[in-house]
C-alpha cells in the first residue's frame, strides 16, 4: 500500500517534524513517503507531484497557515484520483472536527490530537478489515454519516521511535531549519493558546535527546528551533541541555521559547559566563504588559521578573532575544496596547514580534469571543478584525506599526538612526514606528518593493516631509547605517557626496601616499591608490564618529573624516572606519 504524507510549509526552509514522526511511528509496518511543499507553491504543481508519486492513502498535516490552500489541492487531486484515500491531521482539524469532514466531503478520515498511534492504526485497519470504529482519536465516514471516535490516551513519548534519522535528510539539514522536540505539553492555561488545553508536560528520555542532537550537529544541522512550549518550566531538565549543548555545539545555533519570569537567577549566570556568543537565541512571549488583560486571559506573568530576565540576558551580550506581542486582547484598547509596546520595546530585544489575536479553534478565547464583542475571519487564519473596545479603525493603524517595526527594526538597516530619533525626536517608540507607518501607508509604499537604498530614501522623505530638526545630524547617522550594511563598496549613494570628485581625488592621492596620517592600521593594509578607488568611501559626518562608537554620546564641535574601507574578498565581514577628525567642514575642505 503507498502511502505519502504531505504538508505545506510556510517558508522552504521549515521542514515538517510532525511528517517525520508519523513516518517514524509506521516504518515497521507501512513505508510513508514524505512530501514536503510550500504555501507558495501552485496548486497544479503540487498535484501533478503528487499524482505521480501514486498514492493511495493521501495525509496532510494541517495548520492554520495552510488549511486554505490545502483544500484546494485536496479537492483537485480527489477529482483526478477518485479512490484515492484522504487523511488529514494535525491542530488546525482536530478541533471542531465534524465542521471539516463537513465541509470537505473529500476528505475520508480526519486523525484528532496526537496522531501517531492513531494514524499507525488506521493504516493498519485500511490495509485489513476496515473496522475504523476501532480507532480511536479518529473521525471517519460511514455512509451519509459522520462518525468521530473516542479520544486516544496520551502516548508515553518514549514509545516514539526518533524523526530524526532518515537518511534522505541529511544533505538538507545545513540549508533547512530542523524543529526538535525534547517535551509536549504546557504547564499554563492561556486562553488564546493550543497548548493551555493539554494538561501537564511529557518529557521524551534524556539520552535519547542527547543523541539526537549529536547526530544532527554531525550531520550539518546549522539551526535547531526546540518546539516544547515552556522549555525552562523544568530548571535541572533545562540546565542540562544548556551544559550539553554548549560541550558540543560546533558552531550550530538552537533556538528557544521560554517563559522569562521564571527563569532562576542561576541558570541566568550560568549563561552569562559560559554560554558561548550567539549559539542561544530566546523567544519570550510577553503579549501584554496589562495586568486585568493578563488575568483574563488566566496568563500568569510577572512583568517585573520578566524584565530583569531580559535584561540580564541582554548585559551578557551572548544570547539574541526575541520578545512577542499580540495585539488584540481582551480590555487592551489602542492606548493600551501602546504602553505594551513601549514598555517591552524599552528592554530592547533584538527582534519584537507583533502578532494580532486570532480565535484559534478549540481555545477559550473563541468560545468567549461573544463576551468581548469579538468579530474575527470566517476562516483561517481567524484573525480579529474588532471587539467592544479595539475597532477596525485601530486595528489598521497597529498594522501599520508591525510594517514599519519589520522593515527598521527586526531587520537592523537603520539601528543607530532609529534609536536616535526614538530617542530625541519622538515622543516615544510606538509613535514613531505609528507616524511613519501611517505615513508609508498614505504613500503607498506598502504596495511595491524595497530595495536597501529605498528603506533610507523613505525614511529621509518621511523625516522632511514632518519637519523633523538635526537633519545634518540624522542623515549622518544614516550613512553610518548604510555603510554597515555593506560588505562591498556601494556603487551609488543615496545622498549628496559630501566631496566633489575633484576633492575626492586629492585626498585618495593624500592617503595613499601619506597612510601613516590616518593610522598605522590603515597604513598596513598597504593600499595603493587604484586600491582606494575601488575599495574606499570618503565622507564627512557631522559629529566625532569615534566618541558616539564609545558611548553614544553626540558631539557636534567636531565633524569626522570617515574612510571606510570595504573588501570582503579579504575576509572583512564588516566595514573598516578609519577616521579623522576636524573642527568644521570648511577647513576640512581647505
Same mark, same amino acid.
Request: aromatic residues 12%; proline residues 4%.
Given at each position: 500500500?503507498?502511502?505519502?504524507?504531505?504538508?505545506?510549509?510556510?517558508?522552504?526552509?521549515?521542514?515538517?517534524?510532525?511528517?517525520?514522526?508519523?513516518?517514524?511511528?509506521?516504518?515497521?509496518?507501512?513505508?510513508?513517503?514524505?512530501?514536503?511543499?510550500?504555501?507558495?507553491?501552485?496548486?497544479?504543481?503540487?498535484?501533478?507531484?503528487?499524482?505521480?508519486?501514486?498514492?493511495?492513502?493521501?495525509?496532510?498535516?494541517?495548520?492554520?497557515?495552510?488549511?486554505?490552500?490545502?483544500?484546494?489541492?485536496?479537492?483537485?487531486?480527489?477529482?483526478?484520483?477518485?479512490?484515492?484515500?484522504?487523511?488529514?491531521?494535525?491542530?488546525?482539524?482536530?478541533? /471542531?472536527?465534524?465542521?471539516?469532514?463537513?465541509?470537505?466531503?473529500?476528505?475520508?478520515?480526519?486523525?484528532?490530537?496526537?496522531?501517531?498511534?492513531?494514524?499507525?492504526?488506521?493504516?493498519?485497519?485500511?490495509?485489513?478489515?476496515?473496522?475504523?470504529?476501532?480507532?480511536?482519536?479518529?473521525?471517519?465516514?460511514?455512509?451519509?454519516?459522520?462518525?468521530?471516535?473516542?479520544?486516544?490516551?496520551?502516548?508515553?513519548?518514549?514509545?516514539?521511535?526518533?524523526?530524526?534519522?532518515?537518511?534522505?535528510?541529511?544533505?538538507?539539514?545545513?540549508?533547512?531549519?530542523?524543529?526538535?522536540?525534547?517535551?509536549?505539553?504546557?504547564?499554563?492555561?492561556?486562553?488564546?493558546?493550543?497548548?493551555?488545553?493539554?494538561?501537564?508536560?511529557?518529557?521524551?528520555?534524556?539520552?535519547?535527546?542527547?543523541?539526537?542532537?549529536?547526530?544532527?550537529?554531525?550531520?550539518?544541522a546549522k539551526l535547531i528551533k526546540f518546539?516544547?512550549?515552556?522549555?525552562?518550566?523544568?530548571?535541572?531538565?533545562?540546565?542540562?541541555?544548556?551544559?550539553?549543548?554548549?560541550?558540543?555545539?560546533?558552531?550550530?545555533?538552537?533556538?528557544?521559547?521560554?517563559?522569562?519570569?521564571?527563569?532562576?537567577?542561576?541558570?541566568?549566570?550560568?549563561?552569562?559566563?559560559?554560554?558561548?556568543?550567539?549559539?542561544?537565541?530566546?523567544?519570550?512571549?510577553?503579549?501584554?504588559?496589562?495586568?486585568?488583560?493578563?488575568?483574563?486571559?488566566?496568563?500568569?506573568?510577572?512583568?517585573?521578573?520578566?524584565?530583569?530576565?531580559?535584561?540580564?540576558?541582554?548585559?551578557?551580550?551572548?544570547?539574541?532575544?526575541?520578545?512577542?506581542?499580540?495585539?488584540?486582547?481582551?480590555?487592551?484598547?489602542?492606548?493600551?496596547?501602546?504602553?505594551?509596546?513601549?514598555?517591552?520595546?524599552?528592554?530592547?530585544?533584538?527582534?519584537?514580534?507583533?502578532?494580532?489575536?486570532?480565535?484559534?479553534?478549540?481555545?477559550?478565547?473563541?468560545?468567549?469571543?461573544?463576551?468581548?464583542?469579538?468579530?474575527?475571519?470566517?476562516?483561517?487564519?481567524?484573525?480579529?478584525?474588532?471587539?467592544?473596545?479595539?475597532?477596525?479603525?485601530?486595528?489598521?493603524?497597529?498594522?501599520?506599526?508591525?510594517?514599519?517595526?519589520?522593515?527598521?527594526?527586526?531587520?537592523?538597516?537603520?539601528?543607530?538612526?532609529?534609536?536616535?530619533?526614538?530617542?530625541?525626536?519622538?515622543?516615544?517608540?510606538?509613535?514613531?514606528?505609528?507616524?511613519?507607518?501611517?505615513?508609508?501607508?498614505?504613500?503607498?509604499?506598502?504596495?511595491?518593493?524595497?530595495?536597501?537604498?529605498?528603506?533610507?530614501?523613505?525614511?529621509?522623505?518621511?523625516?522632511?516631509?514632518?519637519?523633523?530638526?538635526?537633519?545634518?545630524?540624522?542623515?549622518?547617522?544614516?550613512?553610518?547605517?548604510?555603510?554597515?550594511?555593506?560588505?562591498?563598496?556601494?556603487?551609488k549613494a543615496w545622498w549628496s557626496a559630501?566631496?566633489?570628485?575633484?576633492?575626492?581625488?586629492?585626498?585618495?592621492?593624500?592617503?595613499?601616499?601619506?597612510?601613516?596620517?590616518?593610522?598605522?592600521?590603515?597604513?598596513?593594509?598597504?593600499?595603493?591608490?587604484?586600491?582606494?578607488?575601488?575599495?574606499?568611501?570618503?565622507?564627512?559626518?557631522?559629529?566625532?564618529? /569615534?566618541?558616539?562608537?564609545?558611548d553614544n554620546t553626540v558631539d557636534l564641535?567636531?565633524?569626522?573624516?570617515?574612510?571606510?574601507?570595504?573588501?570582503?574578498?579579504?575576509?572583512?565581514?564588516?566595514?573598516?572606519?578609519?577616521?579623522?577628525?576636524?573642527?568644521?567642514?570648511?577647513?576640512?575642505?581647505?
Amino acid at each position: 500500500m503507498k502511502v505519502v504524507g504531505s504538508t505545506l510549509n510556510a517558508k522552504y526552509i521549515h521542514t515538517s517534524l510532525a511528517l517525520r514522526y508519523l513516518k517514524a511511528f509506521c516504518q515497521k509496518d507501512f513505508a510513508v513517503d514524505i512530501a514536503e511543499y510550500t504555501i507558495k507553491d501552485p496548486v497544479m504543481n503540487v498535484v501533478s507531484d503528487l499524482f505521480s508519486r501514486k498514492p493511495q492513502v493521501l495525509g496532510f498535516s494541517c495548520y492554520i497557515w495552510n488549511i486554505e490552500e490545502t483544500i484546494q489541492i485536496i479537492r483537485m487531486i480527489k477529482k483526478i484520483m477518485p479512490e484515492l484515500l484522504i487523511v488529514l491531521g494535525g491542530p488546525e482539524v482536530s478541533y /471542531d472536527t465534524e465542521y471539516w469532514m463537513k465541509r470537505v466531503p473529500e476528505v475520508d478520515f480526519i486523525v484528532m490530537g496526537e496522531g501517531e498511534e492513531t494514524f499507525h492504526h488506521l493504516l493498519l485497519e485500511i490495509a485489513g478489515t476496515r473496522k475504523y470504529h476501532f480507532v480511536y482519536g479518529l473521525a471517519y465516514r460511514k455512509g451519509e454519516q459522520i462518525i468521530l471516535n473516542p479520544g486516544r490516551p496520551k502516548l508515553n513519548l518514549n514509545d516514539i521511535p526518533t524523526p530524526y534519522r532518515f537518511a534522505e535528510d541529511v544533505p538538507q539539514l545545513a540549508n533547512r531549519v530542523v524543529y526538535f522536540e525534547t517535551s509536549r505539553g504546557c504547564p499554563f492555561s492561556c486562553q488564546f493558546c493550543l497548548s493551555s488545553i493539554e494538561v501537564g508536560v511529557r518529557y521524551f528520555e534524556m539520552e535519547r535527546t542527547k543523541q539526537d542532537i549529536l547526530y544532527l550537529i554531525a550531520s550539518g544541522a546549522k539551526l535547531i528551533k526546540f518546539v516544547d512550549r515552556t522549555f525552562n518550566i523544568k530548571r535541572e531538565y533545562a540546565m542540562e541541555i544548556f551544559e550539553f549543548l554548549i560541550a558540543n555545539h560546533q558552531g550550530c545555533v538552537f533556538q528557544f521559547e521560554i517563559t522569562a519570569d521564571i527563569m532562576r537567577p542561576e541558570v541566568l549566570d550560568f549563561l552569562s559566563e559560559h554560554a558561548p556568543p550567539d549559539i542561544f537565541r530566546f523567544e519570550i512571549g510577553v503579549q501584554s504588559t496589562n495586568d486585568q488583560t493578563n488575568e483574563l486571559v488566566q496568563r500568569r506573568q510577572n512583568f517585573t521578573k520578566l524584565s530583569r530576565t531580559v535584561e540580564k540576558i541582554k548585559s551578557s551580550g551572548k544570547i539574541a532575544q526575541h520578545l512577542d506581542l499580540i495585539a488584540g486582547l481582551p480590555e487592551e484598547n489602542y492606548d493600551s496596547f501602546r504602553k505594551t509596546f513601549n514598555d517591552v520595546f524599552a528592554l530592547g530585544p533584538e527582534e519584537l514580534q507583533l502578532g494580532f489575536l486570532k480565535m484559534l479553534r478549540g481555545t477559550g478565547m473563541r468560545n468567549d469571543a461573544d463576551k468581548y464583542g469579538y468579530i474575527y475571519m470566517d476562516h483561517a487564519p481567524y484573525e480579529i478584525l474588532g471587539n467592544d473596545i479595539l475597532p477596525f479603525s485601530d486595528l489598521v493603524r497597529i498594522k501599520q506599526v508591525e510594517d514599519v517595526l519589520e522593515k527598521y527594526w527586526n531587520a537592523h538597516r537603520l539601528d543607530h538612526t532609529v534609536r536616535f530619533l526614538i530617542a530625541n525626536e519622538f515622543g516615544s517608540p510606538f509613535d514613531f514606528f505609528q507616524e511613519f507607518g501611517s505615513y508609508w501607508e498614505a504613500c503607498g509604499w506598502q504596495k511595491i518593493g524595497h530595495q536597501l537604498e529605498d528603506l533610507f530614501t523613505r525614511l529621509q522623505q518621511f523625516l522632511l516631509y514632518r519637519g523633523t530638526k538635526n537633519m545634518e545630524l540624522i542623515e549622518g547617522l544614516m550613512k553610518l547605517d548604510y555603510f554597515l550594511n555593506h560588505k562591498y563598496k556601494p556603487r551609488k549613494a543615496w545622498w549628496s557626496a559630501s566631496l566633489d570628485k575633484k576633492q575626492e581625488a586629492h585626498f585618495m592621492k593624500q592617503i595613499a601616499n601619506q597612510p601613516y596620517e590616518v593610522s598605522k592600521a590603515f597604513a598596513a593594509l598597504e593600499l595603493k591608490e587604484k586600491d582606494l578607488h575601488k575599495h574606499v568611501v570618503i565622507e564627512i559626518l557631522p559629529f566625532n564618529l /569615534d566618541r558616539y562608537l564609545l558611548d553614544n554620546t553626540v558631539d557636534l564641535h567636531h565633524n569626522t573624516l570617515l574612510i571606510v574601507y570595504f573588501n570582503l574578498d579579504m575576509g572583512l565581514l564588516k566595514p573598516q572606519f578609519y577616521t579623522q577628525l576636524q573642527q568644521n567642514k570648511e577647513a576640512l575642505l581647505l
